[in-house]
């Protein structure tokens, strides 16, 4: 029997060869998620203007400690007049500082009389002013490619009127169940049926992961029937996922058919759960190369290798540094466990206490049980051969989509 593969070893064969697909102009109104195709230059200084941060008087440091006519009023949006030394301003947040003012003194700190206010003296020069460029100056980078814009990249992106971006376009996924005994929710369940979990599970990671699952469908437990709809699927997406099938079993025709149409590069991994996993290649028209993940049917694995292998290769797909890898944490365990010849990926949740991070295992760890991915914050890897006690430290992979 062939030896187990490590997950880094698998890792770097399912992304080998992997070029970034291409990019499309999108409006910016629709580009959350999405991951940036060029570098994006800033046109201008953010802020614009010398500005107020805060609702009160500027004056000329030089002139605090004293009463001050109050010479203009510059509301948010008001072009403000140059100001005379000797003289202070009402102004009001993110309003324009005036030509000769050189700070702002908070009006909770100054005493009004009529037209006049009597300013502390303890005003310093800069003192709650926002200066041009202190965010963003214009001909910087602005934002890199590969970014994946959340909220604050999008009012980035506004901050310099920027309508339409350039954006990788989604990697096309066809999510392929294998199991006569898989039934959809919604049919009754006949004997010996159970119900579709990793479906709906998968589809959400993938569209989470940056991809668009736009073919989903059952393969039937027959050998040719599977082959055909895989060189089918192969002709439509970048990425061909399967559940079930890749394991030894005489029902099992997922394995077969990637090594009858396509390449397999990789079966059988040192890793709990998910050994079952396959990895390879299908060969589509015109010579083009269609990544195949052939995951376990167990949920939890399913959910495992999800998380460790297609999330980078969505990374990669999109050409998108954060998804290449899970952020990596430390923690004292709060559990007690030992591993045989393979890495066991442990579900956990995480909790901080007044030592630090602390990792709790949910006490079945099985790979049918789905409920400690519901409420895992991460995965906690314990190493082959390895003896953790209470208290040790483990290496935790914080799942986060991005």
Not at 382 to 399: K, N
């Amino acid at each position: 029997m062939a030896e187990l593969q490590s997950v880094e070893s698998a890792l770097t064969a399912l992304l080998q060869g992997v070029d970034a697909v291409e990019a499309h102009l999108v409006s910016c109104s629709e580009a959350g998620g999405r991951v940036l195709a060029d570098d994006i230059i800033a046109r201008l200084d953010v802020p614009p203007f010398d500005n107020s941060a805060m609702d009160g008087y500027a004056l000329h440091h030089e002139d605090a400690g004293r009463r001050l006519p109050i010479a203009q009023r510059i509301a948010a949006g008001v072009k403000a007049r140059p100001l005379a030394r000797g003289t202070c301003a009402r102004i009001f947040t993110g309003a324009e500082l005036p030509e000769g003012a050189d700070c702002v003194v908070m009006q909770e700190k100054v005493d009004v009389f009529d037209d006049e206010a009597e300013i502390p003296a303890q005003a310093t020069v800069h003192d709650n002013v926002r200066h041009r460029g202190d965010d963003v100056t214009a001909g910087a980078e602005l934002l890199s490619a590969g970014h994946r814009l959340d909220g604050a990249a999008l009012g980035h992106l506004a901050s310099q009127g920027i309508v339409d971006v350039a954006v990788r376009r989604r990697p096309r996924v066809a999510l392929l169940t294998s199991g006569d005994e898989i039934v959809e929710p919604g049919q009754p369940l006949a004997p010996g049926q159970i119900y579709n979990s990793n479906r709906p599970m998968l589809k959400e990671l993938l569209e989470g992961f940056g991809a668009e699952v736009s073919l989903i469908a059952s393969l039937p437990d027959d050998a040719d029937s599977t082959r055909d709809m895989l060189a089918r699927a192969a002709e439509q997406v970048d990425v061909v996922v399967t559940t079930g099938g890749v394991s030894v079993g005489e029902e099992d025709h997922v394995k077969a058919a990637i090594e009858a149409i396509g390449q397999l590069d990789v079966w059988r991994l040192a890793l709990k759960p998910g050994k079952p996993l396959a990895l390879g290649r299908l060969l589509a028209s015109g010579g083009r190369e269609v990544r195949f993940v052939g995951l376990p049917g167990n949920p939890v694995s399913s959910f495992v290798a999800a998380w460790l292998f297609l999330r980078p290769l969505m990374g990669a797909l999109l050409a998108c540094p954060s998804l290449a890898s899970l952020p990596k944490l430390s923690a004292r365990a709060g559990f007690a466990t030992s591993t045989g010849p393979r890495r066991h990926y442990m579900r956990v949740s995480l909790a901080m206490q007044q030592d630090g991070l602390s990792a709790h295992a949910f006490a079945n760890q099985g790979s049918g049980v789905l409920s400690s991915c519901v409420y895992a914050d991460a995965l906690a890897v314990i190493p082959a051969d390895t003896q953790v006690s209470e208290g040790d430290r483990v290496e935790c992979l914080w799942l986060r989509a991005d």
